[in-house]
C-alpha cells in the first residue's frame, strides 16, 4: 500500500519545539521532493517548508523561517520537521505531501502525487 503517515504532533506550550515525522510505505521517498502544509480551522491549507529529493536544496514560508527546519533521512524514508520557538498561530493540522518529481517549487512541493493524512500540533498554555 502506497502512503505517507506523519507522526509527531501533539499539545506544547508557546516557545516549546516538537518534531514532526513523514514515513513512506510502498514507494521510495527518496526519489522525491517532500513538503509539509498546514491547515488551521477555517483557513485554507498553506505551504510551509520543501526539501528536494536529495536534501540539497530546503525552502520556507516567511512565516517559519529561522524556527523549522526540514530534513530527511533517505534510508528509513522518513522526511522531518523540526519545529522550535512555536506560538499560538502555529496551530494547525500538519499534513505531508510528496511531489511526482524531485525539486520544488519555492517553498512547496507541485505536483502531488502523495498526501499523508495528518497530524494536529496545538500550541497553547
Known amino acids: 500500500q502506497l502512503q505517507l503517515v506523519e507522526s509527531g504532533g501533539g499539545l506544547v506550550q508557546p516557545g516549546g519545539s516538537l518534531r514532526l515525522s513523514c514515513a513512506a510505505s510502498g514507494f521510495t521517498l527518496g526519489a522525491y521532493a517532500t513538503g509539509w502544509f498546514r491547515q488551521a480551522p477555517g483557513k485554507e491549507r498553506e505551504g510551509v517548508s520543501c526539501?528536494?529529493?536529495?536534501?540539497?536544496?530546503?525552502n520556507y514560508a516567511n512565516s517559519v523561517k529561522g524556527r523549522f527546519t526540514i530534513s530527511r533521512d533517505n534510508a528509513k524514508n522518513t522526511v522531518y520537521l523540526q519545529m522550535n520557538s512555536l506560538k499560538p498561530e502555529d496551530t494547525s493540522v500538519y499534513y505531508c505531501?510528496?511531489?511526482?518529481?524531485?525539486?520544488?517549487?519555492?517553498?512547496?512541493?507541485?505536483?502531488?502525487?502523495?498526501w499523508g493524512q495528518g497530524t494536529q500540533v496545538t500550541v497553547s498554555s
Open positions: 526539501i528536494s529529493s536529495g536534501g540539497i536544496s530546503t
Open positions: 505531501a510528496a511531489a511526482r518529481h524531485y525539486y520544488c517549487s519555492g517553498y512547496v512541493p507541485t505536483e502531488i502525487g502523495y
